[in-house]
Each structure stands twice: as structure tokens, then as C-alpha cells.
């Protein structure tokens, strides 16, 4: 893209090149106005017409019972502005030599100065100046005007330079920061290179596998410490069952110890006595 100062001159440019063709064409058409002028101003030299001799016809008796010939007409042709008319039986006359400038130079080279060449043989030799003054400050106004795009345009290539290296840069920069943030967000694990990203997600994996296991295991201990607390009971209850039944027993064998006893005694009595 142009700077300010380069569009503003390119404006100009484009100003002074339209000067330079309305001026042209208005040489042009002054050219031709004064050529037509010129034309219509000289006389035209008119050459002597030579003349010959009627030849005298014979004398024609007159009778009125004679039918009459027929009357033939020629047709009449308009004669153009400036030329004599030709009349029957007389020499032609030659038209007169109007002045025509020469003009043998052709527009062939579409460039600026091609164009002021051209130009140059369309007008007079007092517009000549004129138009040499006009073109002098034409291509002095081109050459400055070069001369300030060829510097924008050198800044511009410097800056482009300054631009495409900020823009390396740039690029080694974030090359370099991406490096970096990956070594930061790796974590190596049993030897295994991971991201923080996915080692977080393991390691909570971890962390609610082992809580869930956990849970279930108090949950399964809770029942079982239940189940012994009532096997406990049950086992105390029976342990004083047993101890009751066996002091029972005790009393009942010893009781069934002194019947016997007692028995005995009496049939040693009533033996003893026998």
C-alpha cells in the first residue's frame, strides 16, 4: 500500500496529465479552426475557360403540319460551394489547390512523451513554448514524484524487512514458549511421560477407585462387626445357659449322690440285720 504523500502525488499526477490532454485537444481544435477559416478566406484561382466557335446550322424551313419533337431534359447536377460550374461544350476546369498543412506524424507511441510529440506537430510554433514550459514541469513533477515513491517504496521494503523479522521472532518466541510450557505440563510417571492434564485425571481416578473401595469395605466391616456383635450375644447367653444348666446338674448329682448314699446305707441297715 502507498503512503499519504504518494497517493497525494499520484492525484496530481493524474491532475497535470488531464491538464496536459485538455490542453492538447484544445490546440487541436483551434488548429482546426483556424484551418477552416483559412480554408474558407483564399480565393479560388480560376482558369481562363477556352471558348471555340459555334458551328452555324443550316437554315430549317418552317411547317406547321410538321408534328414537333419531343423536348428531351437533361438533368441538372447542384455544383458544390466553391467550384465553377461546368457548362455544355466548354473544357472543364480544374478545382483550385487548397492549402492542407502537412501533417505526417502519427500517433505510434502511446507513451507521455510520444504523446507530447505528437502534440508538438498539432499546434502552432507560438503554442510550442507553451507547451514545452508545460511539459518541462510534467516531467520535472513525474521525477520528483518518482523519486518520493522510490523512497516510500525503500521504506516500505525496509519496513517489510523490520516486519518479516519481528515475525521470526515472534515464531522462535512462541516455539520456544511451547517447549517450555511442555516441559512444565509433563509429569513422568513409572517412566511414562504424561500431561499434568491426564495425570490429574489419574491420580482423582486413583483417588475415588480407593474411596469407593473404601466405602465398601467399612460398609461390609460395619456389618460384619453387627453380625459378631450378635454371634457375641448369642455366645454369652449360652455360655450362661451352660453355666446355669451345669450348676443345676451339680446340684442335682450331688442331691442324687445323697439318695444313693442314703440308700445304701439303708440296705446295709436292713443287710446287717438280716
Given at each position: 500500500?502507498?503512503?499519504?504523500?504518494t497517493q497525494?502525488?499520484?492525484i496530481?499526477?493524474?491532475?497535470?496529465?488531464?491538464?496536459?490532454l485538455?490542453f492538447?485537444?484544445?490546440g487541436?481544435a483551434?488548429?482546426?479552426y483556424?484551418?477552416?477559416?483559412?480554408k474558407k478566406?483564399?480565393?479560388t484561382?480560376?482558369?481562363?475557360?477556352?471558348?471555340?466557335?459555334a458551328?452555324v446550322?443550316?437554315?430549317?424551313k418552317?411547317n406547321?403540319?410538321?408534328?414537333?419533337?419531343?423536348?428531351?431534359y437533361?438533368?441538372?447536377t447542384?455544383?458544390?460551394a466553391?467550384?465553377t460550374?461546368?457548362t455544355?461544350?466548354a473544357?472543364?476546369?480544374?478545382?483550385a489547390?487548397?492549402?492542407?498543412p502537412e501533417?505526417?506524424?502519427?500517433l505510434?507511441?502511446?507513451?507521455?512523451?510520444?504523446q507530447?510529440?505528437?502534440?508538438l506537430?498539432?499546434v502552432?510554433?507560438y503554442q510550442?513554448?507553451l507547451?514545452?514550459?508545460?511539459?518541462?514541469?510534467?516531467?520535472?513533477?513525474?521525477?520528483?514524484?518518482?523519486?518520493?515513491?522510490n523512497e516510500?517504496?525503500?521504506k516500505?521494503?525496509?519496513?517489510?524487512?523490520?516486519?518479516d523479522?519481528?515475525?521470526t521472532?515472534?515464531?522462535?518466541?512462541?516455539?520456544?514458549?511451547?517447549a517450555s510450557?511442555?516441559v512444565?505440563?509433563?509429569?513422568s510417571?513409572?517412566g511414562?511421560?504424561?500431561t499434568?492434564?491426564?495425570?490429574?485425571?489419574?491420580?482423582?481416578?486413583l483417588?475415588?477407585?480407593?474411596?469407593?473401595i473404601?466405602?465398601?469395605?467399612?460398609a461390609?466391616?460395619?456389618?460384619?462387626?453387627?453380625?459378631?456383635?450378635?454371634?457375641?450375644?448369642?455366645?454369652?447367653e449360652l455360655e450362661e445357659?451352660?453355666?446355669?444348666?451345669?450348676?443345676?446338674?451339680?446340684?442335682?448329682?450331688?442331691?442324687l449322690?445323697?439318695?444313693?448314699q442314703?440308700?445304701?446305707?439303708?440296705?446295709?441297715?436292713l443287710?446287717?440285720r438280716g
Amino acid at each position: 500500500m502507498f503512503t499519504p504523500d504518494t497517493q497525494r502525488y499520484m492525484i496530481k499526477l493524474r491532475i497535470l496529465t488531464a491538464l496536459i490532454l485538455t490542453f492538447a485537444l484544445t490546440g487541436i481544435a483551434a488548429n482546426g479552426y483556424a484551418q477552416d477559416s483559412l480554408k474558407k478566406t483564399k480565393p479560388t484561382a480560376v482558369k481562363p475557360v477556352a471558348t471555340q466557335p459555334a458551328a452555324v446550322k443550316p437554315p430549317v424551313k418552317y411547317n406547321p403540319y410538321a408534328a414537333k419533337p419531343a423536348t428531351t431534359y437533361k438533368p441538372t447536377t447542384a455544383t458544390p460551394a466553391g467550384q465553377t460550374p461546368v457548362t455544355p461544350g466548354a473544357a472543364p476546369v480544374k478545382p483550385a489547390q487548397q492549402y492542407a498543412p502537412e501533417n505526417t506524424a502519427i500517433l505510434t507511441d502511446k507513451s507521455l512523451n510520444g504523446q507530447y510529440q505528437y502534440l508538438l506537430t498539432k499546434v502552432y510554433h507560438y503554442q510550442q513554448p507553451l507547451i514545452m514550459a508545460l511539459w518541462k514541469n510534467v516531467t520535472d513533477t513525474l521525477a520528483s514524484t518518482r523519486r518520493k515513491l522510490n523512497e516510500a517504496n525503500g521504506k516500505l521494503t525496509v519496513s517489510t524487512k523490520k516486519a518479516d523479522s519481528l515475525q521470526t521472532e515472534i515464531t522462535t518466541k512462541e516455539q520456544n514458549l511451547s517447549a517450555s510450557n511442555a516441559v512444565a505440563d509433563s509429569v513422568s510417571l513409572l517412566g511414562m511421560p504424561l500431561t499434568k492434564a491426564t495425570y490429574n485425571w489419574i491420580m482423582w481416578g486413583l483417588v475415588i477407585g480407593f474411596g469407593v473401595i473404601a466405602a465398601i469395605v467399612i460398609a461390609r466391616s460395619g456389618a460384619h462387626s453387627r453380625e459378631a456383635s450378635y454371634r457375641t450375644k448369642l455366645y454369652n447367653e449360652l455360655e450362661e445357659d451352660y453355666k446355669t444348666y451345669k450348676a443345676k446338674a451339680n446340684e442335682k448329682e450331688k442331691k442324687l449322690a445323697r439318695e444313693l448314699q442314703t440308700e445304701r446305707n439303708k440296705l446295709d441297715e436292713l443287710l446287717g440285720r438280716g
